[in-house]
């Protein structure tokens, strides 16, 4: 099992939809979650981190679910310039041998 | 603030060939981190350097890879012989020591090995 799954889309939803992208996590100790965005051929950057209580950011909301060791995040009146790959991070324990373990991203599509 | 600069951009080499990717990460940044990123592999951990000493190696592929860190603004990447599997784009990212987790990411080297 990957230590983060997600589901790799591709999501094509209409300009103004709202969508919703799933991720999980194997193990229960992960301490700190994030979204990070990637545009075609370029660099991930920082979205948003996840935090217990869940948090916004304008039309962008993360979740998460430790319980579930699950995390999600909702895209609300979608743009097309939020068409990109969006990417769930998690990083595990200090001490393992990794510091931030990436999915395989999500691909969204804004149609006009 | 230059973010993290990474060269070069592009680099097409023949197999067997060596192959250097170089990285300057962020002013004041503690942690440097090797990525690879492929189609069918998504973004894998390669390297990473606290303090400009190597931490964990345990994603370099073989031994073909190599990654050295001579000081707190430089580290390159190094593969010898190059195989054409070794395509890929190579991201170079930093952190701060403390605080956040937040790594940052260069443009990135985009490597074809024919």
């Known amino acids: 099992r990957k230590e983060v799954e997600q589901d790799p889309g591709p999501f094509n939803v209409p300009e103004g939809a709202t969508v919703a992208f799933n991720c999980t996590y194997s193990?229960?100790?992960?301490?700190?979650f994030f979204w990070y965005r990637q545009d075609c051929r370029k660099e991930p950057k920082l979205l948003m981190s996840?935090?217990?209580s869940g948090n916004e950011d304008g039309r962008f909301t993360a979740q998460l679910n430790r319980a579930s060791q699950y995390i999600s995040l909702l895209i609300r009146d979608s743009k097309l310039s939020d068409s990109a790959t969006y990417l769930c991070v998690v990083r595990v324990p200090s001490g393992s041998a990794r510091q931030l373990t990436f999915g395989s991203g999500t691909q969204l599509t804004v149609l006009p | 603030d230059a973010g993290v600069i990474q060269s070069p951009r592009h680099e097409v080499t023949e197999m067997g060939q060596e192959v250097t990717l170089r990285c300057k990460p962020i002013?004041?940044?503690?942690?440097l981190f090797w990525y690879r990123q492929t189609m069918m592999r998504g973004l894998e951990l390669l390297i990473y350097?606290?303090?400009?000493?190597?931490?964990?190696d345990s994603g370099m592929p073989e031994d073909r890879f190599s990654a050295k860190m001579p000081n707190a603004s430089f580290s390159t990447l190094k593969i010898q012989p190059s195989e054409p599997r070794d395509s890929a784009v190579y991201f170079c990212?930093?952190?701060?020591?403390?605080?956040?987790?937040?790594?940052?990411f260069g443009p990135g080297t985009r490597l074809t090995v024919l």
């Open positions: 350097f606290n303090n400009n000493v190597p931490i964990d």
């Open positions: 193990n229960s100790a992960s301490q700190s």
């Open positions: 996840v935090y217990s």
């Open positions: 002013s004041g940044h503690d942690y």
């Open positions: 990212a930093s952190r701060p020591g403390s605080g956040r987790d937040t790594q940052y």
